[in-house]
């Protein structure tokens, strides 16, 4: 008999969240609508892209931490639109002067505009740099095993795969190497790009991932706070069926009562 995957909670960095949904603060309306939406989804950590947007910085343009504030939301500051080591470890250094010391933060080192893909050989070296540093580092990656394992061997707190392509909507495209990278982790897996719908955030949990990071599916949907409220329960739902143990699949029917044992 088959156990039961283990109720382990989400700890990052050694802290513990009862969130598992991780949610950006980009590409909303206004920061009125960004509040709304991240009250809605029920996360506790949010990102931050450091080079798009005002947190301290922009002393005369409204400042996104007046509406999630850093004493009741962990910010996640991330390396948004930087393409090279010295530009992702650059933004990373002024977010913990803007945050006053703040540690915690997401690298991601793109390769390609078209596509966003990850530039995998330096985001290896702005890791390594940024680890030496102190930092405590949530790594975005493609979905391959194998850099999976290196990046947490090397001392990230959590690596973040991607399901596909940054805001393309597409759902986790690659089952397998997602499987793969949770059942061979030794730090929180958590998706990150790619997720559209609802039904893409619980698949991405039903393969046991520790969270799932998105923001164009909710920002972008025609009622973000309500897509926001859909991925809460998405992911709620996802966990409790991956902690359950779901049934295997069959080529064919298995009567729900069975004939076995019956009087005729």
């Known amino acids: 008999m088959s156990t039961l995957p283990e109720d382990k909670p989400l700890v990052i960095a050694g802290r513990t969240y009862r969130s598992r949904l991780l949610t950006g603060t980009g590409k909303y309306a206004d920061l009125e609508q960004a509040r709304q939406a991240t009250e809605a989804a029920g996360a506790e950590i949010v990102t931050v892209a450091i080079r798009r947007s005002n947190i ?28 090279t080591v010295t530009e992702a470890v650059r933004t990373c250094r002024l977010a913990r002067e803007l945050l006053d010391g703040h540690k915690l933060v997401k690298l991601e080192v793109l390769g390609d505009e078209k596509t966003l893909f990850p530039d995998i050989t330096a985001t290896l070296e702005a890791a390594e740099t940024l680890i030496d540093e102190g930092f405590d580092v949530m790594v975005y990656t493609n979905d391959d095993p194998i850099m999976a394992r290196r990046f947490a061997e090397m001392g990230c707190v959590a690596v973040m795969p991607l399901a596909a392509p940054i805001g393309s909507g597409l759902g986790i495209q690659n089952h397998w190497n997602i499987l793969t990278i ?23 949990m039903e393969l046991g991932c520790d969270g799932v990071l998105m923001n164009t599916a909710i920002a972008q949907a025609k009622d973000p706070v309500r897509m ?26 298995s009567a729900s009562s069975p004939l076995d044992g019956m009087f005729f």
């Open 56 to 83: 301290g910085q922009n002393p005369d343009e409204p400042n996104l931490l007046d509406v999630l504030p850093p004493d009741r939301y962990t910010i996640l500051p991330n390396t948004a639109g930087c393409f």
């Open 182 to 204: 949770v059942e061979e982790a030794t730090v929180p897996i958590l998706v990150d790009a790619g997720v559209g719908t609802a039904s893409d955030a619980a698949i991405a």
């Open 228 to 253: 926001a409220r859909a991925m809460k329960l998405a992911i709620e739902a996802g966990r409790e069926a991956f902690l359950s143990g779901r049934i295997p699949r069959k080529r064919f029917a």
